[in-house]
Structures are given as C-alpha cells and as structure tokens.
C-alpha cells in the first residue's frame, strides 16, 4: 500500500484560490468589521465529502485577534455559502508557544470526589 502524500507547503488547490479571492471581496465589502477582517488569513482550504451527494468546505485560519474572530464569524459563515453554495466550517489554526502547538479551546475535566 502506498501512503497517501500530503501538499507541499505552498502549493495552493482551486478552491484555497477561490476562497481567498472570495475573503479579499468581503473584506473590501464589509468596512464595519475591517479591523478584525484585516487580522485573519486564510492558511487552507479543503473539500470535504459528508455523504455521497453531500459536501462541506473545512477552512483553517489563523487570526491574531480571537474575540475579534468571533465578532466576524457568523458573517463570514454565511458570505462563504452564498458564494461557495456548501455547508461552510471555519477552524481556528492552533497556536505555537516555544515551538510547540497547543489548543485554543481547551475542555475542562470534571472532577469528582
């Protein structure tokens, strides 16, 4: 069996192409929210089958501003499905902290005594 190779970092698919072009639309569009637009690029993009005749586009961004990432997420939600016309998912890119990536949302563990 042969391993399934992943892209080279910089090479850019069809659909990371159409989405950029997409996002540099709604920012030069929505001068409400420019501040926290101006802080989120668009680091991959991916189709994604969720049944045979369903599918999904998986958006990885990495922002510097994360509560300003959330001011803006439903209306970048729903400017890529109009635009995409699929189910759209934007994921936060994890973060490195000396070197080593950890999880922006982190699930506390009940404790119980």
């Given at each position: 069996?042969?391993?399934k190779?992943?892209?080279k970092?910089g090479?850019?698919?069809e659909?990371?192409?159409?989405?950029?072009?997409?996002?540099?639309?709604?920012?030069?569009?929505?001068?409400?929210?420019?501040?926290?637009?101006?802080?989120?690029?668009?680091?991959?993009?991916?189709?994604v089958?969720?049944?045979?005749?369903?599918?999904?586009?998986?958006?990885?961004?990495s922002?510097?501003?994360?509560?300003?990432?959330?001011?803006?997420?439903?209306?970048?939600?729903?400017?890529?499905?109009?635009?995409?016309?699929?189910?759209?998912?934007?994921?936060p890119?994890?973060?490195?902290?000396?070197?080593?990536e950890y999880r922006?949302f982190?699930?506390?563990k009940s404790t119980k005594r």
């Amino acid at each position: 069996m042969s391993k399934k190779e992943a892209p080279k970092k910089g090479n850019i698919n069809e659909i990371q192409k159409n989405v950029a072009n997409e996002f540099e639309k709604i920012k030069d569009t929505e001068k409400d929210h420019k501040a926290e637009l101006d802080t989120i690029k668009i680091e991959h993009a991916n189709e994604v089958s969720m049944n045979e005749d369903q599918k999904c586009y998986l958006i990885q961004i990495s922002t510097q501003n994360l509560a300003g990432f959330k001011k803006v997420h439903s209306l970048l939600t729903k400017k890529f499905e109009e635009h995409l016309a699929n189910t759209v998912i934007l994921i936060p890119k994890r973060k490195r902290v000396n070197g080593k990536e950890y999880r922006t949302f982190v699930s506390k563990k009940s404790t119980k005594r």
